[in-house]
Nanobody
Framework: QVQLVESGGGLVQPGGSLRLSCEASGTIFSTYDAGWYRQAPGKQRELVAEMTTSGSINVADSVRGRFAVSRANARSAVFLQMNSLKPEDTAVYYC?????????WGKGIQVTVSS
């Protein structure tokens, strides 16, 4: 069973930065595509950024140039560096891992951008 645990969320002022981490267990993480989704109140869950096993990166237009995804397979981890945060980035952020038809989710972590 794959388990994903997020950390690093919290409250930050507009223009600030946060780094989210996701630690995976129960699997050979390097074989999974991995990344981050978010869900704001009243909205659907949406892709933020993802990195495939081959190193290809897909980033949402709304965060391109501000957010960066990376991974450390030796640590079974994926990260999301978030800079120049805006109030509209406020959401619950979910770690995601995919292998073929299998998809796994973390429980989510709150990020709030507010002054």
């Amino acid at each position: 069973q794959v388990q994903l645990v997020e950390s690093g969320g919290g409250l930050v002022q507009p223009g600030g930065s946060l780094r989210l981490s996701c630690e995976a267990s129960g699997t050979i993480f390097s074989t999974y595509d991995a990344g981050w989704y978010r869900q704001a109140p009243g909205k659907q869950r949406e892709l933020v950024a993802e990195m495939t096993t081959s190193g290809s990166i897909n980033v949402a237009d709304s965060v391109r140039g501000r957010f960066a995804v990376s991974r450390a397979n030796a640590r079974s981890a994926v990260f999301l560096q978030m800079n120049s945060l805006k109030p509209e980035d406020t959401a619950v952020y979910y770690c995601n891992a995919q292998l073929g038809s299998m998809t796994f989710w973390g429980k989510g972590i709150q990020v709030t951008v507010s002054s």
